[in-house]
């Protein structure tokens, strides 16, 4: 059986209170989160029954270049405001994925040009991941403008990383 010496038993505790520090830290900064915003382009690419199926690229602070892919329910009106829940919200990096849900109100203004439409009260919320997305999470907000006719948006999105 190995002799446990006064050093190695100091050097162990020593060795131990450092992790508990660093692994404190890394929760503090876990639950405090970070500013995380971004841009997506995206359009509508594939019709399945009563769900559009909408894909695009992303431009995000924290993880750089990454493509999204939205499952919506179709837009059984051309003319003014409509909620618009995504049951299903998958953002793909190179470094994982994050899968959520969101809801938003879509204006559709006509104007300038027919189909026009606004994006506004935007709620986004991604509880899954894979990856170093695994165990994180992301709540934030967004807006945007896009036109139903061609099925193509832009939106910008704020919140917090955790």
Same mark, same amino acid.
């Given at each position: 059986m190995p002799r446990i010496t006064r050093r190695s038993l100091t050097a162990g505790v020593s060795l131990i209170g450092a992790l +508990? !520090?660093?692994i404190g830290g !890394? +929760?503090?900064a876990a639950a405090k989160g970070r500013t995380e915003r971004g841009v997506v382009h995206f359009a509508v690419v594939q019709t399945i029954g009563? &769900?559009?199926v909408a894909a695009g690229a992303q431009s995000d602070s924290l993880f750089g270049q990454g493509a999204v892919v939205y499952r919506l329910h179709v837009l059984t009106t051309t003319s003014g405001k409509i909620t618009i829940k995504i049951p299903k919200v998958t953002d793909f990096y190179s470094t994982g994925s994050a899968t959520g849900s969101a809801s938003a109100t $879509?204006? @559709?203004t006509n104007t300038p040009n027919q189909g026009d439409?606004?994006?506004t009260g935007?709620?986004?919320? $991604? +509880?899954k991941g894979t990856g170093t997305?695994?165990?994180h999470t992301f709540t934030g907000t967004f807006s945007g403008s896009g036109n139903i006719t061609s099925g193509?948006? &832009? @939106?910008q999105y704020k919140g917090t990383y955790r």
């Open positions: +508990a !520090v660093a !890394v +929760a503090g009563q &769900t559009n $879509l204006t @559709i439409a606004t994006v935007g709620v986004l919320k $991604l +509880a997305h695994k165990g193509m948006y &832009t @939106i």
